[in-house]
């Protein structure tokens, strides 16, 4: 079985609840969202991946306090911070995502770590296994500084999708189907 742990903040720990009702079979209202399709109604984990899988831990932390005292992140300072959240513009959000996902997968010793996060740009979405680490954006611009609550919805929907979009890739051990991505980068870690 493979264990997942997200750490999240724009994507508010969504991502860690549809891999946890995709996982337990859940249907309906209480089901899955982003995976389900109603012309192929998803009855187990089977249908969307290759292998079980099994959430340790979905972790909401938008604030710079929470990735320092919960995660133990020394995260670079950020653009702004807004009643506690950090606000970080587009490249060093892919840095903290980068820390997040390697953050969480350590402190939960998950096999995949998902990390998260956005301020201003289209954020940061990092997958990180043992292996490697997959880097991306939602692809969807928005300022969380403006308060466009469309934009930010639109930038978060995005978010999920391609999170669970590039879950698949690893768990289907479709990894060669990233160059299929746009605004994609694959780095094999070091430490094998």
Do not use: W
């Not at 831990?57 to 020394?74: A, E």
């Not at 930038?155 to 669970?164: H, N």
Request: aromatic share 8%.
């Amino acid at each position: 079985m493979i264990k997942i742990a997200t750490a999240e903040c724009f994507t508010h720990g969504l991502i860690a609840r549809e891999i946890h009702a995709l996982s337990q079979g859940y249907e309906g209202e209480f089901g899955c969202e982003y995976l389900y399709d109603p012309n192929k109604p998803i009855k187990t984990v089977k249908n969307v991946f290759k292998q079980d899988i099994s959430v340790i831990c979905g972790v909401f932390v938008p604030t710079l306090s929470g990735l320092k005292n919960i995660l133990k992140i020394d995260a670079p300072t950020p653009f702004k911070i807004i009643k506690g959240v950090k606000v970080y513009d587009e490249k060093y959000d892919k840095k903290v995502a980068i820390l997040m996902a390697n953050a969480i997968m350590d402190v939960s010793k998950a096999d995949i770590g998902i990390g998260t996060t956005a301020g201003i740009g289209r954020g940061g979405i990092a997958l990180s296994t043992e292996k490697y680490t997959i880097v991306t954006t939602s692809g969807f611009y928005a300022d969380l500084t403006s308060l466009c609550s469309s934009q930010l919805l639109k930038r978060q929907k995005k978010g999920v999708e391609k999170a669970l979009d590039l879950l698949k890739v690893i768990l289907n051990d479709d990894v060669g189907k990233i160059i299929d991505y746009d605004d994609v980068s694959f780095k094999m870690n070091h430490n094998l």
